[in-house]
């Protein structure tokens, strides 16, 4: 059974950090690209970062600098670092495992991030 668990989501500060996780299970991890979305509300999912089977990292204009993506492919799980966070960062963060070849793409269940003072 494949799983996308997140966790890590908070209230955080303007400028503060913050890390989230995510724990993969019932796939084989190495092999799929994963990537961080996020939903914020009334609009709709958009792409924050990337990162291949290889380690190449990709990330949203409005995240790159601030924001860090990496993997663990011996723990399966991968974590986006989240520095300076500002207002417009308040989503619901989702965990994303693609892999293009087998055609599969799975999602996590998300976790809320609110960036308030």
């Known amino acids: 059974q494949v799983q996308l668990v997140e966790s890590g989501g908070q209230l955080v500060e303007p400028g503060g950090s913050l890390r989230l996780s995510c724990a993969a299970s019932g796939f084989f991890f190495k092999i799929y690209d994963m990537g961080w979305y996020r939903q914020a509300p009334g609009k709709q999912r958009e792409f924050v970062a990337s990162i291949s089977d290889r380690g190449r990292t990709d990330y949203a204009d409005s995240v790159k600098a601030r924001f860090a993506i990496s993997r663990d492919n011996d723990k399966n799980t991968v974590s986006l670092q989240m520095n300076s966070p500002k207002l417009e960062d308040t989503a619901v963060y989702y965990c994303?495992?693609?892999?293009?070849?087998?055609?599969?793409?799975?999602w996590g269940q998300g976790t809320q991030v609110t960036v308030s003072s």
């Open positions: 994303n495992a693609r892999e293009v070849v087998l055609k599969r793409d799975y």
